[in-house]
C-alpha cells in the first residue's frame, strides 16, 4: 500500500495559511465560521461538502480540490483498515452466476 496521503489541514497550513500570512482567525472570518472550526481542520478534523465549499470561496480553489484531498485519506484509511479482512473475501465469479441464471 502507498504512503498515506497529506491530510487537509497540512494542505491548508503549509500551502496557504502559512505561504499567503493568513491566520486561522482571518480565514474563519472569511469563511464565516467560528475559528474553532478552522483551527480543527488545521489540527486533523475531517472536512465536509459545505467546509470544501467554504475553502475553496474563501481561498480562490475549487471544492472539487479540498474534497479530492479528504477523500484521498478517507479512502486510504478505509483500505487499511480493511486490508486483513479483505483477504479472506472471495469475489463472486459473475460469469459462473449468469450461466446459472441469476442477472
Known amino acids: 500500500m502507498k504512503n498515506k496521503p497529506v491530510a487537509v489541514g497540512i494542505i491548508l497550513k503549509e500551502e496557504f495559511l502559512e505561504p499567503m500570512g493568513i491566520t486561522i482567525v482571518m480565514l474563519s472570518e472569511a469563511m464565516g465560521v467560528h475559528r474553532n472550526t478552522v483551527s480543527a481542520i488545521v489540527n486533523g478534523k475531517n472536512i465536509n461538502v459545505t467546509q470544501a465549499v467554504l475553502l475553496?470561496?474563501?481561498?480562490?480553489?475549487?471544492?472539487e480540490f479540498w474534497l479530492n484531498l479528504q477523500h484521498n485519506v478517507d479512502l486510504w484509511n478505509a483500505r487499511k483498515m480493511f486490508e486483513e479482512v479483505s483477504k479472506n473475501i472471495q469475489a463472486f465469479d459473475?460469469?459462473?452466476?449468469?450461466?446459472?441464471?441469476?442477472?
Request: hydrophobic fraction near 35%; avoid cysteine; charged fraction near 0%.
Open 56 to 63: 475553496a470561496s474563501a481561498l480562490g480553489t475549487s471544492s
Open 94 to 103: 459473475v460469469n459462473s452466476l449468469i450461466s446459472n441464471g441469476y442477472q
